[in-house]
Nanobody, 118 residues
Framework: QVQLVESGGGLVQAGGSLRLSCATSGRIFGLNAMGWFRQAPGKQRELVATITDVGFTNYADSVKGRFTISKNNPWNTITLNMNNLKPEDTGVYYC????????????WGQGTQVTVSS
């Protein structure tokens, strides 16, 4: 099992910045990727950013140039730096970890609220 605990959410004005962190514990050896997803009220959960075990990153078009995902080695913590926040960034942000073998598996944190006021 892998445990994920998010921190760093809060209320910020449009144009401001926040940093989210996700601390991992448990069987983190062999994780292939980690990332952040978000869910706004009444909407489906969507990908925000991911990072692989070798450092490749992927971002949603809506956050490119504003958000940066990073990790330390091996997988103790991942961070999402969010700049120039917009009201449409509001939602619950979830940390995710993925393992491909021996059985594909997704792990999720409990989520942290991010609210951007206009």
């Amino acid at each position: 099992q892998v445990q994920l605990v998010e921190s760093g959410g809060g209320l910020v004005q449009a144009g401001g910045s926040l940093r989210l962190s996700c601390a991992t514990s448990g069987r983190i050896f062999g994780l292939n990727a980690m990332g952040w997803f978000r869910q706004a009220p009444g909407k489906q959960r969507e990908l925000v950013a991911t990072i692989t075990d070798v450092g490749f990153t992927n971002y949603a078009d809506s956050v490119k140039g504003r958000f940066t995902i990073s990790k330390n080695n091996p997988w103790n913590t991942i961070t999402l730096n969010m700049n120039n926040l917009k009201p449409e960034d509001t939602g619950v942000y979830y940390c995710n970890a993925q393992r491909a073998a021996p059985v594909p598996r997704d792990y999720w944190g409990q989520g942290t609220q991010v609210t951007v006021s206009s």
